[in-house]
């Protein structure tokens, strides 16, 4: 008994390690993406435990936070040439991205930007938000969007990949992007003094000596 259910047990943190250790290595060498990884993750901790007693709060720091400063990270200093570390180029680590990659990350973060000038003309923000939450005012209410939003797009994709992957993919990605902002200060939390040496790149020294 105790191997049967050990056995899918490791098969799915073996798969979470892979797509952790993927994530890493291909979209993680800028110092600077790093550090900002840094910033959001703790800053995703804080929403977290908002999450428990204020909702809109908890969104309005993942979004306004949390998503910003990782996604900058990703969009502005990311570097997007031929990947020596991992011979490979943008273009095809584009193509096997589990998760959200760059064309996906646009759309999403169009979405979150739209929405606070579509509440502006809408305040029940086209019939999604009840009278109660509107009355709290333009910014709560802008919270509790945001935080449809982040959980639309995590079930969006994980569903998606249930049918382009298999289930079992979906639901580790779900696991390892509620459970990133730990893992994240685990792994960055030395890259902003490695800035401060003035190293702008990972070597990633550590990724080709376990491959």
Known sequence: ?????????ADYLEALRVQRWDDHRYYHHSRI??????????SFVVAYVFLWVDPAMAALIAWGVSMTSRQSGHFFFEPRGFDHVNQATH???EDIKVGYNLRRK??????????PGILYFSPDFLGLLDSQTTQQGFIRSLGIVWLYIGIGGLVFRTV????IRDVATGLVWASKII???FHDIMLYWRSPLALLRGE???PMEHTQSTR
Do not use: C, G
């Open 33 to 42: 993406n790093q550090s900002l990884h840094l910033i959001s993750a703790a």
């Open 200 to 202: 702008l790149i990972d």
């Open 91 to 93: 273009e095809h680590k």
């Open 160 to 163: 998606h990949l249930f049918f």
């Open 179 to 181: 459970t990133d902002p």
């Open 1 to 9: 008994m105790n191997r049967l259910i050990n056995a899918p047990l």
């Open 106 to 115: 646009i759309v999403l973060m169009a979405l979150w930007a739209l929405a």
